[in-house]
């Protein structure tokens, strides 16, 4: 079975202090890891794919990297904008590759 | 604008009186599924559809029905809801399961009273 761990649940941060959100997996083959973030009464708000260990991908102040077992997405000198829930999903390499399995979220709070 | 929409974005409903919650996308997307959001349980599939007329169960399919009779509409159908199904509803869309970079509707609040 597919699982996917986020920690923390919930961070901290002051404006302008990096950070770094994980993502640990455990799935049979992987097709594909997502992240996504998440405002308050809104839908997930797509971010990254990223396919194989050594891959990374980039926007404005996120980067997500990628190993055999987890995902890291640091921020960079955060702004209070960046205040959200963080999802990661997986995606299996089965035979129907059918589902995304979601983590429960880091809630990031940047404070002023 | 493209968009996945749902309707209704709200609603309250009594034990057994069956209701539809709708979703359409407007991108052409072949992948659509459903999604429940429950607190400290992350998101969990409902259903998924890979194309017209073409659908599966996700990990927690009881309970509800789906139907894909047109590529752009993907309804989601409780038959007689029950109070364990209140929760927030969300509908996605992708490209296809092989880019399955999804794309979420805005979400339903559903409370079964």
């Known amino acids: 079975e597919d699982q996917v761990t986020q920690s923390p649940e919930a961070l901290r941060l002051q404006e302008g202090e990096s950070s770094s959100l994980n993502c640990s997996y455990t799935?049979?083959?992987?097709?594909?890891l997502f992240w996504y973030r998440q405002d308050p009464g809104k839908g997930p708000e797509f971010l990254f794919t990223?396919?194989?260990a050594g891959e990374e991908k980039e926007k404005e102040r996120l980067k997500a990297t990628l190993t055999k077992k987890e995902s890291f997405l640091h921020i960079t000198a955060p702004k209070p904008e960046d205040s959200a829930t963080y999802l990661c999903?997986?995606?299996?390499?089965?035979?129907?590759?059918?589902?995304?399995?979601f983590g429960s979220g880091t809630q990031l709070t940047v404070l002023p | 604008e493209a968009q996945v929409t749902q309707n209704p974005r709200y609603l309250i409903t009594v034990t057994g009186k069956k209701l539809t919650v709708t979703c359409s996308q407007n991108?052409?997307?072949?992948?659509m599924s459903w999604y429940r959001q429950d607190p400290g349980l992350g998101l969990r599939q409902i259903y998924y559809?890979?194309?017209?007329?073409?659908?599966d169960k996700g990990d927690v399919p009881e309970g509800y029905k789906v139907s894909r009779k047109e590529k752009r509409n993907f309804p989601l159908i409780l038959e007689s809801p029950s109070p364990n199904q209140t929760s927030l509803y969300f509908c996605?869309?992708?490209?296809?399961?092989?880019?399955?970079?999804?794309?979420f509707g805005p979400g339903t609040r559903l409370t079964v009273l």
């Open positions: 991108m052409n997307h072949e992948y």
């Open positions: 999903a997986v995606q299996a390499d089965s035979g129907s590759a059918r589902q995304l399995t």
């Open positions: 799935v049979s083959g992987l097709r594909g």
């Open positions: 990223l396919y194989s």
């Open positions: 559809s890979m194309n017209v007329e073409v659908t």
């Open positions: 996605a869309s992708s490209t296809s399961v092989l880019h399955n970079e999804q794309f």
